[in-house]
């Protein structure tokens, strides 16, 4: 059996609209008066989603006190996660969660992101996933990058050859360090020069599988 990675937001689905009014909310209830004129938009989460959670922090937030900055932060994550519950909305890339199952009756399926702990759960819960998950890690459990939780799913997985699914730059030097292949989600927020597949939509990725 072939073993797929996937890559989270800009791959499997887009909240960055639910999540951008998330954390504006969580902007106004810190009072940090630095942050008062700061509206976050979905176009700026676009730019941000896939770097870990702490550079994310930085970019937005800007030079505050640290432990402000980290409360934040965690206020963000939090109001977030119950936004992403509450939400009724499909945020799933159409086509995608058909696809995955499909492609769970012959190969492994796994997920890895540079999310806060507890995003993945919840992406499973909200997209009936959990049956075709056989694992999954993230920035905000183990402390490490992308590259390295890549690698640690590899290793306890004892996978010989992965193939990555994701949707940016990052997620494709990721998986190069790892010593994964790269499939490019390019329907997703960023732009990937050289990648090693390329899929327009994730239907594409049954025909893809074929030729690994």
């Not at 507890?118 to 499973?124: C, P, T």
């Not at 990721?174 to 327009?200: C, L, M, Q, R, W």
Request: charged share 30%; net charge negative.
């Amino acid at each position: 059996m072939k073993h797929l990675i996937f890559d989270i937001d800009g791959t499997i689905w887009n909240t960055t609209g639910v999540v951008a009014g998330a954390w504006n909310r969580a902007v106004r209830a810190s009072g940090i008066e630095e942050l008062k004129d700061l509206n976050i938009t979905d176009k700026m989460l676009q730019k941000e989603f896939g770097k870990p959670m702490d550079e994310i922090a930085d970019d937005l937030f800007g030079d505050i006190d640290p432990v402000k900055k980290a409360e934040l932060l965690e206020n963000c994550c939090q109001f977030e996660h119950e936004a992403i519950s509450e939400n009724t909305e499909d945020l799933a890339y159409e086509g995608m969660r058909e696809t995955m199952a499909e492609l769970a009756k012959d190969n492994n399926l796994y997920i890895v992101s540079n999310c806060q702990d507890g995003y993945i759960e919840l992406v499973i819960e909200k997209n009936g996933l959990k049956d075709i998950i056989k694992d999954y890690e993230c920035f905000g459990h183990t402390g490490l990058l992308k590259a390295d939780n890549i690698k640690l799913v590899m290793q306890r997985n004892n996978m010989d050859k992965a193939y990555y699914i994701g949707d940016t730059m990052g997620d494709y030097n990721s998986s190069k360090e790892a010593g994964a292949i790269f499939v490019f989600a390019d329907y997703g927020f960023g732009e990937v020069p050289s990648p090693d597949y390329t899929i327009h939509s994730p239907s594409e990725l049954l025909e893809i599988e074929k030729t690994f």
